[in-house]
């Protein structure tokens, strides 16, 4: 599933406000009711949303982030572009940090060709992913793991990443303010984000469209902090400051999906 950009706006605002109506979101975008209801009815059934009388609800708690099973199937086609495009970066024998998130997982996926990595994750997913190359080694941390998301988020992850200083430390975020002020949902996320990107030679942000504006609670770190920044567009209208920077641009980019090459 790849949801359009105001599918990810709806998201937004529900995540947000918890509750809007369906006329209140067609004067938002300035669309039909009918339009609005073919969106809803769409993420409803990738239990993003809950249909509700007279409108729509947010399927999670307000301020906290989807479900990692939603995660995994929003803006699907970004994730695999930029997934695909960080993994061409890594050569075999490398070592590396991976961080939380669908597409770290989906990175380690594209990896699992490469031979005799090192890698050290707190993600199960990245994990069991590249444990099917036996070549490779894999470090994982002691604690309780986090589920539906297969994580460990405890301060055992963060004295692990603190352990090691790699080649590569690749990791996602929540979301990025206009400012650039980079953004989580809880933040032990973002003690271990900043404890990767502090344990590496080359740092490396992935983060898709849908990550810029929206809001999460948990703040720590700016864009301008890591070595690249890898997205499948540039956000525009209160994003353009910020992209104009000299500072973005030098660490800017962009992974083009398999139909827009």
Same mark, same amino acid.
């Given at each position: /599933?790849?949801?359009? &950009? ?36 769409? +993420? ?19 301020? /906290? ?23 061409? /970066? ?6 590396? +940090? ?5 597409? +770290?997982?989906?990175?380690?996926? $594209? ?6 990595? &090192?890698?050290?994750? $707190? ?19 002691? !604690? ?15 004295? /692990? ?18 400012? !650039? &002020? ?19 030679? $080359?740092?490396? +942000? ?56």
């Amino acid at each position: /599933m790849n949801i359009s &950009t105001r599918q990810r706006d709806i998201i937004d605002i529900l995540r947000r406000d918890s509750f809007a109506s369906i006329e209140k979101l067609a004067e938002h975008f300035d669309v039909t009711p009918q339009t609005v209801r073919r969106d809803v009815n769409i +993420l409803s059934d990738a239990n993003l949303v809950r249909r509700r009388h007279g409108g729509v609800e947010y399927a999670g708690e307000p301020g /906290m982030n989807l479900s990692y099973e939603s995660r995994q199937v929003t803006n699907i086609a970004a994730k695999h572009a930029i997934s695909l495009h960080v993994a061409q /970066m890594i050569p075999d024998g490398a070592s590396i +940090l991976i961080g939380i998130g669908s597409t +770290l997982e989906l990175i380690a996926l $594209n990896l699992v060709e490469h031979r005799h990595l &090192t890698v050290i994750t $707190n993600n199960l997913n990245a994990a069991m992913a590249l444990g099917n190359n036996t070549s490779n080694r894999i470090v994982i941390p002691g !604690g309780t793991l986090r589920l539906p998301d297969r994580d460990v988020i405890s301060p055992d992850a963060e004295e /692990m990443f603190n352990n090691y200083k790699v080649d590569y430390g690749l990791f996602g975020v929540g979301g990025v303010e206009p400012d !650039g &002020t980079l953004t989580d949902f809880d933040h032990r996320e973002v003690s271990l984000r900043l404890a990767i990107a502090g344990n590496c030679r $080359n740092s490396i +942000l992935v983060a898709d469209q849908s990550k810029f504006g929206r809001p999460a609670p948990a703040k720590g770190g700016h864009i301008t902090d890591p070595d690249l920044i890898v997205v499948d567009g540039i956000p525009g209208g209160l994003f353009d400051p910020l992209f104009k920077r000299q500072d973005v641009r030098a660490r800017l980019q962009i992974a083009k999906s398999e139909h827009s090459k």
